[in-house]
């Protein structure tokens, strides 16, 4: 064997800090605001939910922020992860193009959310918190906060988007074995819930409503989010960093960096070590976040502040939104139906260092399947809106003759999702349409009295 499949790297490579691009963000960061006075929301704003290191962390002026020790030890589990080079994918779409993936879904959980999950349990735990709510869409952030708790010592309390708690029985059974409490959203356990008693399927706006309620009531609990805040990007920032080792190993330099944006934070998690890089560097490389054609906020959406959650309750963050009453079509890639993206990479967007693009569900299948057939991953439909887009590069590179070194996030394995695959496999997957008529009517709800940002 001449040349390597994979790239491994040692424990003791795991990285020792996170990036945290914030201070470097052109133009500088714009303040979340409170949705009450309008004014920037500070640290005592979000006391009520997240513990005093997370808080630091969400405005920090560092560059890099020190992984805690037991956080690092706890990553070891898998950590880190494998770098591919997809050899047997670039010969059946016959590219000259040289194509790797990063592959996060050797997790416990599957994905990458546990990078956040772990260090999130840790800060609560210093802190002296015993419970720990949050939501779950498909149930992957869900497991990887159940996970994370075990590993703490934390009881962690979710609330399930209905219509994932019907269809994905296997997903809520992970986050019981760890010990999770697993409830059905809407409940009739707090006001918001009841107050959406009618909705059939549940959404990811009630579930946010249901878990920053409960925590909000006790000081003893707190609330944990899988996505879009700039705490939870900087933890993803590990993915990055050891691809830059592991192409360093190759040899390599990426001319395009590319991954799934869902709240945007696999996307950083990859993407923003490389961006730094760049900056320092003098690399040429292009970033792409990918997103589904049914929900494309970063394509399709306004810049401007807006709430995080359906029912008003968050602060109010300056993003690309759909507007937070936009119901996304039911798509398979539940972790990418989301109405906004994070401010840290909404910013990116907006300042044209990183370019967004929109795919269509079943041409997202149809790359899963070759990646499938190829590499053997079986991968989530998240991560397929990477990998379609990874092969798009590697046709443009070919039609104008170039090699391109293509690196995307293979974010998480699909293996909960082969209902969704079922469908695909029997012709009946649908390709929801956009409506932009919907999305107008959501953004004229954006919150009256915030500034109107350029
Ligand atoms: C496998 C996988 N990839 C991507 C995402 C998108 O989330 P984010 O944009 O925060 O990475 C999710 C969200 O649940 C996911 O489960």
Same mark, same amino acid.
């Given at each position: $064997? ?35 006075? $309008? ?8 006391? !009520? ?24 030890? #706890? ?26 993936? %990063? ?9 990458? %959310? ?33 996970? #994370?708790?075990?590993?703490?010592? &934390?009881?962690?309390?979710?609330? $399930? ?6 269809? %994905?029985?296997?997903?809520?059974? $992970? ?38 309620? +409960? ?28 691809? &830059? !080792? ?23 998690? +990859? ?72 401010? +840290?990479v909404s910013a990116l967007v907006k300042a044209g260092e ?32 990477? &990998? ?40 009946d997957l649908e390709d929801p349409e956009f409506s932009s ?16 940002? #350029?």
């Open positions: $064997m001449s040349e390597p499949t994979k790239i491994l790297l040692t424990e003791d490579q795991i990285p020792t800090s996170w990036i945290n691009v914030l201070p470097e963000l052109p133009g500088g960061a714009l303040p979340p605001l409170h949705p009450g006075t $309008m004014q920037p929301a500070g640290p005592d704003d979000l006391s !009520a939910l997240f513990p005093p290191a997370v808080i630091e962390q969400e405005v920090s002026s560092e560059h890099e922020i020190k992984i805690p020790d037991a956080v690092r030890e #706890a990553l070891g589990l898998w950590r880190p992860t494998p770098m591919y080079r997809a050899r047997a994918l670039e010969q059946a779409i016959g590219t000259r193009s040289r194509i790797y993936y %990063k592959y996060e879904g050797v997790s416990p959980a599957g994905s990458h %959310k546990p990078n956040s999950a772990i260090a999130q349990a840790y800060y609560n735990q210093q802190a002296g918190i015993t419970k720990l709510t949050t939501e779950t869409g498909a149930g992957q952030w869900g497991s990887a906060l159940s996970f #994370a708790g075990a590993k703490f010592g &934390i009881d962690v309390e979710i609330y $399930m988007v209905g219509s994932s708690y019907d269809q %994905k029985p296997y997903r809520r059974s $992970m986050m019981q074995t760890w010990g999770a409490q697993v409830h059905r959203s809407p409940s009739d356990r707090t006001e918001a819930g009841k107050a959406n008693a009618g909705s059939p399927t549940g959404s990811l706006g009630i579930a946010i409503s249901e878990a920053v309620e +409960l925590a909000a009531q006790r000081p003893d609990t707190n609330y944990s989010l899988g996505s879009v805040l700039n705490h939870v990007l900087l933890h993803q920032t590990v993915i990055g960093q050891e691809t &830059i !080792a592991q192409l360093g190993i190759a040899g390599e330099t990426p001319d395009v960096v590319i991954a799934a944006a869902g709240g945007g934070s696999n996307f950083a998690g +990859l993407a923003f070590p490389w961006w730094r890089e760049k900056r320092r560097h003098g690399l040429s490389t292009r970033f792409v976040a990918t997103e589904p054609a049914a929900c494309p906020t970063l394509t399709q959406g306004a810049y401007g502040y807006d709430f995080g959650d359906a029912s008003g309750l968050t602060p109010l963050l300056p993003m690309y939104t759909l507007g937070h009453g936009f119901v996304p079509p039911p798509v398979h890639a539940g972790g990418l139906r989301y109405h906004g993206m994070a401010p +840290l990183v370019e967004a693009r929109a795919i269509r569900q079943n041409e997202t299948f149809d790359a899963a399947l070759t990646f499938a057939r190829t590499e053997g991953i079986i991968p989530a439909p998240e991560s397929a809106h990477a &990998i379609r887009t990874a092969v798009i590069e590697a046709e443009q590179a070919d039609a104008a003759g170039e090699e391109r070194v293509i690196l995307f996030l293979l974010s998480g394995h699909g293996h909960f999702d082969l209902a969704a695959y079922d469908q695909y496999l029997a012709g008529a919907e999305r107008d009517r959501a953004l004229d709800e954006l919150p009256k009295g915030a500034p109107a940002i #350029a």
